[in-house]
Each structure stands twice: as C-alpha cells, then as structure tokens.
C-alpha cells in the first residue's frame, strides 16, 4: 500500500489550502484515514481522522478551520483548510489502517507554511 499526498504549500494568514491523499496497492479501501501534523519541536498530532460510516472527528485546535472528507471510489481522502493561522504551520502526513488486511501506513510528509 502506498499513500501519495499533495497540496501543500506556502499561505498568508487567513488564506486556505486542500491537502489530498490518495491510497493504492490494495483491493480493500482503508477503514481509517486520517491527517497528522507534525510542527518543528513537537511530537506529531492527530488532526482529523474519518471512519468509515462514522462521523469524522477533529482536534480542538482546528474545528471549525478544517474539514476532512473521502471519496472510497478513489480512496482518497482530503483536508480544506480555511482560515489558516502561523500555529498550522507544520509538516502534514496522511495516514490510513486497513482492518481487512491489518496494517497502518503512512504517507510522506507534505509541508505546509502559514506566514503571518
């Protein structure tokens, strides 16, 4: 299983940014997909993860700014990040676990830059 994101980059404050990440190498669509970030100094962090048949759910810091959403025909999942502030300034990895075939994969990380 590979996981490619995209949709990185470098935003002013208050600006948005959609982040991708789509899954292959697999008959089976991943159960979980879910965002992390990881900023310079700190440990990586859950930023939202959606389940299938679940609602998605999200860290305090970014409800509200951000919406996670999939599309199983292409087992993709996506991150809308609105209103970004210099804090989401991180390196930002999609992640996906496979109930069917038990396993936990990551993608590489894509960076994103918020300037104030």
């Known amino acids: 299983v590979q996981l490619q994101a995209s949709g990185g980059g470098l935003v002013q404050a208050g600006g948005s940014l959609r982040l991708s990440c789509a899954a292959s190498?697999?008959?089976?669509?991943?159960?979980?997909m879910s965002w992390y970030r990881q900023a310079p100094g700190k440990q990586r962090e859950l930023v939202a993860s959606?389940?299938?048949?679940?609602?998605?759910t999200y860290a305090d810091s970014v409800k509200g700014r951000f919406t996670i959403s999939r599309d199983n025909a292409k087992a993709t999942v996506y991150l809308q990040m609105n209103s970004l502030k210099p804090e989401d300034t991180a390196v930002y990895y999609c992640?996906?676990?496979?109930?069917?075939?038990?396993?936990?994969?990551w993608g590489k990380g894509t960076q994103v830059t918020v300037s104030s």
């Open positions: 959606i389940r299938s048949g679940r609602s998605p």
């Open positions: 992640y996906a676990h496979y109930t069917d075939i038990g396993g936990d994969y």
């Open positions: 190498g697999s008959i089976f669509s991943p159960n979980v």
